[in-house]
Nanobody, 127 residues
Framework: QVQRVESGGGLVQAGGPSRLSCADS????????MGWFRQPPGKEREFVAS????????YYADSVKGRFTISRDNAKNTVYLQTNSLKPEDKAVYYC????????????????????WGQGTQVTVSS
């Protein structure tokens, strides 16, 4: 069973930074691209950022480009999302996920290509 746990959410002041972490059980972190997604209140889950297994390729949603940074520490089986200059519209439940399938090493922006999800962590931005 693949397991991952997100942490680092909470109440953050607008304009401030925060860092989300996603600790994986390790069984399938090795060799898997990872992604961060979010689900704002009343909306569908959307892509935020993704990173290839080796960390050399990253993708970002236009809405977070230049403000968020995804990274990973494969020795710690952990992927991070550094969020800066937070806006009220960044309020959402943030999920990390590992990509499945034969191309799982390759980063993707498509949420349907990610098979293994965490339980999510709430980020609330105060204005």
């Amino acid at each position: 069973q693949v397991q991952r746990v997100e942490s680092g959410g909470g109440l953050v002041q607008a304009g401030g930074p925060s860092r989300l972490s996603c600790a994986d059980s390790g069984r399938t972190f090795t060799g898997y691209a990872m992604g961060w997604f979010r689900q704002p209140p009343g909306k569908e889950r959307e892509f935020v950022a993704s990173i290839s297994w080796g960390g050399g390729i990253t993708y970002y949603a236009d809405s977070v480009k230049g403000r968020f940074t995804i990274s990973r520490d494969n020795a710690k089986n952990t992927v991070y999302l550094q969020t800066n200059s937070l806006k009220p519209e960044d309020k959402a439940v943030y999920y990390c996920a590992a990509r499945g399938g034969l191309t799982r090493r390759v980063a993707s922006t498509n949420k349907n290509e990610y098979d293994y999800w965490g339980q999510g962590t709430q980020v609330t931005v105060s204005s």
